[in-house]
């Protein structure tokens, strides 16, 4: 099995294919296996390009500390290992809901890693002070709900949501919320101003490709960041949600599509 070491926990990867390297991230409580091998991702890209699968920490087959201190930033430092590792200077990267959060950290902090950005899922929100509040005691109910022991108790339906879908994909609860509760720390420690974050955005120049369910439930704007984003595009999949739209057929033509176009121009 692929494993690579970043200062003590073992990431879990896999290499399918042949062409133009793809990074593929999963989202939250999922896997390489769940968000791209299931879903039949792999098959519909690997005869065209290279595919560079990884198991964030916390997740998978990778390991899942349940420190919070190991997860935000260091998930970020995985992925640009991850690259280092296998000596790929630039690749294509994709996306899925914490995996495009992920991509983004990675494309403002190291754009020089980047052929284009795919961010699935993704929807951009720049909140006020009030906003911020509202958001943070959301997050702070979904970790409660992965380390409850009674699941009865919860009674927000986001982190029921939140719950069921970790419990379905067999994943570590506690590392899930480990992972959670560094993303909350990271956001309070680096709040900046919407204005910064914007002109950020703005100076963005590789291509970038939103595309989010037209149902989806995450707060913010989905079109956003294609607005800010230099020539980015965005497309919405018509009556899919967060989780219908991973598997859904259109989604696929679109990120192929634009997968083609930047590699092949």
């Known amino acids: ?28 409580a999922s896997s390489l296996e769940g968000n791209w091998k299931q879903t039949n991702w792999v098959n519909f890209l690997k005869d065209d390009y290279q595919l560079i699968l990884i198991d964030c920490r916390g997740h998978g087959k990778s390991d899942k500390p349940t420190d919070p201190a190991q997860y935000g930033p260091k998930m970020v430092d995985d992925i ?25 950290n990675v494309l403002l902090s190291n754009p020089q890693l980047f052929k284009c950005a795919i961010l699935g899922g993704f929807v951009l929100l720049i909140p006020n002070e009030e906003e911020r509040s509202i958001s943070d005691k959301q997050t702070l109910q979904i970790i409660e709900a992965l380390k409850t022991t009674n699941k009865d108790q919860i009674k927000n339906p986001v982190a029921l949501r939140f719950r069921l879908f970790a419990e379905s994909t067999k994943a570590d609860l506690n590392a899930l919320a480990a992972v959670m509760t560094a993303g909350l720390q990271v956001q309070e420690n680096s709040f900046q101003d919407p204005a910064q974050l914007k002109e950020r955005l703005k100076k963005i120049n590789v291509p970038v490709m939103s595309v989010v369910g037209s149902d989806d439930f995450i707060p913010g704007d989905k079109t956003l960041i294609a607005q800010l984003v230099p020539d980015a595009c965005h497309f919405q999949i018509q009556g899919k949600d967060h989780l219908t739209v991973v598997p859904d057929p259109k989604f696929k033509m679109i990120v192929k599509a634009f997968l083609d176009y930047v590699n092949r121009r």
């Open 1 to 28: 099995m692929p494993y690579f070491n970043n200062d003590g926990i073992k990431i879990y990867y896999e290499i399918e294919g042949e062409g133009s390297p793809i990074l593929m991230i999963h989202g939250f």
């Open 80 to 104: 640009i290992k991850l690259l280092e590792y296998l000596s790929i200077e630039k690749a294509n990267f994709f996306g899925y809901s914490m995996g495009s959060r992920l991509t983004l």
